[in-house]
């Protein structure tokens, strides 16, 4: 009899895991909304309507033997998953996957992809009609988001508030942060760091609405909308009790052991952002991840035990708008616009994901 494998969380990790464990396991893969999101790609969906259908991939072809199960995880233990829906699946094997949150629009909490989709395209005519922006938040995503609203509107003024005194925390070296710096100078992005708001603007973000903004250091800050580029939130509820509690951090974040394992677990896994592994939350990591903890549940199938789990060297591609931006990683040093474009401002990345997914 093969064994059983749940896999919590259809994103990044969790399509990996489920497909590279499909021919010699039973995969369940448990995911409650009704396509994959590719979130990557979220902000130029913001920017450019053509790209909002792109974002939503069905799961239909990614499992040959396996099903994708349409629920939440309620709660999780060693032997298995009980649903939103009271139903229990028994699972040899649990690798629990479920990301964790962004404000929109880099991620969205909808569910039902018709209802992303509508949310989406109302914020993009709201932000077309905006002479000015204003993103708190100068890490990759408020900087990603301020070369695409700055390719696809130049005119636009784009504010990026962050009380950091530099732009894009992390081991980069300063020739990166120098390049991304003078790309956002010339695109006419201002930077206000090392300041913080004095008070949350009092309009909801991602709605058109005129805003005056303070900065403690005395800067008064005018838009049209504004959007909130910071601030995550693992997801692992389920793990509040079942013997995974003692796993779960105050933030959510889910330690994990060497091999990816729950401490003190056999048969539980825990991959990509909703770890407290201290790398970069990337998709790039999640798929790593994913893949070294299918070898893992192969390894213990076979009465083997997993390896340690080996993380890349840290990386970022970081588009400003389909043809700017810079990336970095140790092994390639930094890499320009055009080759960023390559890599991610272009695609998307799109590609990879419809293929991994089956979508003809
Ligand atoms: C705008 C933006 C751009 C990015 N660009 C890049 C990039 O260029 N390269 C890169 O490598 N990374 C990028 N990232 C980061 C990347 O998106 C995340 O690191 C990645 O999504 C993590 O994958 P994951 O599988 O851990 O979680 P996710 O992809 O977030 O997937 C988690 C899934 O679990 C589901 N889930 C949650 N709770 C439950 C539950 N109780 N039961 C069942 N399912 C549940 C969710 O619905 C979701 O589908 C970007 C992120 C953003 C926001």
Known sequence: ??????????????????????????????????????HVAALRGLVDPAWV?????????LLERGRVVRDRAAAVDPRGVVLGSGERIDADFVVLATGASYPFPAKF???????????????HAELAAARGVLLLGAGPVGLELAG????????????????????????????????VRRQLEELG???????????EPATAPGRAAPLTAATESGRTISADIWFRCHGTAPHS??????GLASA????????????????????????????????AKTARNATTHAKAVAAGVRALMEG???????PLPPGIVLPLGPGGGASYSPETGMLDAATTAQIKGETMMVEHYRELLGVA
């Open 1 to 38: 009899m093969p064994s059983t494998v749940a896999v919590v969380g259809g994103g990044y990790g969790g399509i990996t895991a489920a497909r590279e464990l499909d021919a010699s396991a039973d995969v369940v893969l448990v995911e409650p909304r009704d396509t994959f999101v590719h």
């Open 53 to 61: 259908d792109r974002i939503f991939l069905p799961y239909d072809g």
């Open 109 to 123: 909490a909808e569910h039902d992809s018709a209802e992303a989709k509508a949310r989406l395209r109302a914020a």
């Open 148 to 179: 695409e609203i700055k390719a696809a509107w130049p005119g636009t003024a784009v504010t990026v508030v962050d009380p950091a005194p530099d732009i894009l925390a992390g081991p980069f070296p300063e020739e990166f942060r120098k390049e």
């Open 189 to 199: 992005v201002e930077l206000v760091l090392g300041t913080a708001l004095t008070a």
């Open 237 to 242: 509820d389920y793990a509040l009790d079942g």
């Open 248 to 279: 779960r951090r105050p933030n959510g974040g889910l330690d994990v052991a060497p091999d990816l394992r729950l401490p003190g677990h056999e048969t539980v896994f825990a991959i990509g952002d909703v770890t407290t592994l201290p790398e």
């Open 304 to 310: 083997g035990e997993p390896a340690p789990y080996e």
